[in-house]
T-cell receptor
């Protein structure tokens, strides 16, 4: 079974600075997706960024980028120019690509605080 | 495009009572998921539907939980009787649209259940 580990329960960053959230995962599969989701206090889980394992290029979405290290099974999220609205729980998630739509396996999350 | 809708947003019941949650996925999404998110943890899959058929319910406590997806659209999740440990946020997600994001899961706002 796949597992996802987020070793940082809480992180904080000054407004306009850069922060990196860590994620490692364990799988025997070679084809999969990785995601970062943001969950603000409203509880709505919002997709931040996704990465296909077969792609070597790291995904970027505006101020959000990932460092995907397939051999090390590491998938970190970098948030640049942090804004107050970035404060939330961030979940790293894994999804197998083997057969159809499969469920997400989530880590325990990292709570990010942004200091004005 | 309307997002995933869920109701109610909050529910408080006493143990041994029954409760039902409703989910309306994004139009055209064939796959629907119910996740349980206990405080301080990442969401965990309870059940996955493909159209109106169950794909995976291995983590659903079938002695008290049931779910159905009539006509492959809306879904209801029921708990009867509820236990204290069922206190959690219940998230509904859907996937299966067209285009590049066909396998991305989109989440509803969740229902926070408190069992007293």
């Amino acid at each position: 079974a796949q597992t996802v580990t987020q070793s940082q329960p809480e992180m904080s960053v000054q407004e306009a600075e850069t922060v990196t959230l860590s994620c490692t995962y364990d799988t025997s599969e070679s084809d999969y997706y990785l995601f970062w989701y943001k969950q603000p206090p409203s509880r709505q889980m919002i997709l931040v960024i996704r990465q296909e394992a077969y792609k070597q290029q790291n995904a970027t979405e505006n101020r959000f980028s990932v460092n995907f290290q397939k051999a090390a099974k590491s998938f970190s999220l970098k948030i640049s120019d942090s804004q107050l609205g970035d404060a939330a729980m961030y979940f790293c998630a894994y999804r197998s690509r083997n057969s159809g739509n499969t469920p997400l396996v989530f880590g325990k999350g990292t709570r990010l605080s942004v200091i004005a | 495009e309307a997002g995933v809708a869920q109701s109610p947003r909050y529910k408080i019941i006493e143990k041994r009572q029954s409760v039902a949650f409703w989910c309306n996925p994004i139009s055209g999404h064939a796959t629907l998921y119910w996740y349980q998110q206990i405080l301080g943890q990442g969401p965990k899959l309870l059940i996955q539907f493909q159209n109106n058929g169950v794909v995976d319910d291995s983590q659903l406590p079938k002695d008290r939980f049931s779910a159905e997806r009539l006509k492959g659209v809306d879904s209801t999740l029921k708990i009867q009787p509820a236990k204290l440990e069922d206190s959690a946020v219940y998230l509904c997600a859907s996937s299966g649209g067209v285009g590049a994001n066909t396998d991305t899961q989109y989440f509803g706002p969740g229902t926070r259940l408190t069992v007293l």
